[in-house]
């Protein structure tokens, strides 16, 4: 593993250790940058200072010599706190040089990500909503997509960055689009979860093998991504989380979260997404019991033995 810094590269600060960001952070010193991270987990901030990172005591340490600063937060509410402030503090925003440049990879409305980029613009940061796709194996291989909120010329200055933990990175349009393209994205893929779980359930409670329903469909015109990497049907494919009693992957709260907001924007723009909304219902009710389950774990409303098989 090349851990040597580059003294040419900006100095990075990363908030936000989770499932997500940890790998994404340790792309970025595998790359050579030199990091100083943040995060309410001691274990973890210790497996990035095993990497080769230092740790910051609080979030204004962390970025108090960086150039740049990348967060990826769980929800809008803590990308608001983090960088606007609340009753207790300022917020980053006022703590940063003008110039430095923040990246949010974190999945927010994108009302929310307009209201702290225009906070940002009028103290001279350049700010980017930048989310991400892929789920953390794409995370952990630096293979995910990023879709860009942003200005353009802003946008350029970050690619070299964003293509050290990402292989597609995608300029979506101005602050607040690549939440929006982000939530479209994950609406059409709670749909396609909903519909494979639906039509293999179909398959198998009359008789066929999941597996050869499965490879059909993968040569058929029911083809979608879920059938090509993600079979949410126990043993059709390996290091599937429905083959590992549907742990790790993407949380079907997290699903439901980003599904609520796309309704959220459908409503607030006088959008109809039938199929979004119906999706949206499916998740909510199945998050009551399996909320911390990956989201293909929707195959249980069908047939509980999955969860033994």
């Not at 293509?163 to 709670?190: E, P, R, S, W, Y």
């Not at 709260?253 to 459908?266: E, H, I, P, V, Y």
Request: proline letters at 4%.
């Amino acid at each position: 593993m090349n851990t040597e810094k580059n003294t040419d590269k900006p100095n990075i600060a990363f908030i936000g250790l989770g499932n997500m960001g940890a790998p994404m952070a340790e792309n970025l010193i595998k790359a050579g940058y030199k990091l100083c991270v943040y995060d309410l987990s001691v274990e973890a901030t210790n497996r990035l200072q095993q990497a080769g990172a230092t740790v910051a005591q609080s979030p204004s340490e962390a970025v108090a010599r960086a150039q740049v600063v990348i967060s990826m937060l769980p929800a809008g509410k803590h990308v608001h706190s983090v960088y606007l402030g609340d009753g207790n503090s300022k917020g980053l925003l006022s703590e940063l040089a003008e110039g430095t440049l923040v990246i949010d990879s974190s999945t927010i409305a994108a009302e929310d990500a307009r209201i702290v980029a225009k906070a940002a613009t009028e103290l001279n940061i350049n700010f980017l909503d930048a989310p991400v796709s892929g789920g953390t194996g794409a995370a952990i291989a630096g293979t995910l997509t990023f879709i860009v909120g942003g200005d353009a010329e802003v946008f350029v200055k970050a690619k070299p960055i964003l293509n050290t933990m990402g292989k597609n990175i995608f300029h979506a349009g101005a602050h607040g689009a690549g939440q929006v393209a982000k939530i479209c994205n994950n609406m059409l893929l709670g749909i396609l979860m909903a519909g494979t779980t639906e039509a293999i359930n179909l398959g198998v409670k009359n008789g066929l093998d999941p597996k050869v329903l499965s490879d059909i469909m993968l040569q058929s015109s029911g083809r979608n991504w879920t059938l090509e990497v993600y079979n949410p049907y126990p043993q059709v494919m390996e290091s599937t989380p429905s083959s590992n009693h549907y742990k790790g992957g993407f949380m079907t709260n997290l699903m439901l979260k980003d599904l609520n907001l796309a309704m959220q924007t459908s409503q607030a723009t006088d959008v109809e997404t039938p199929m979004g909304a119906k999706a949206a219902e499916l998740y909510q009710e199945h998050s009551t019991n399996y909320g911390e389950k990956d989201f293909s774990s929707l195959m249980i409303r069908y047939d509980n033995s999955v969860l033994s098989s």
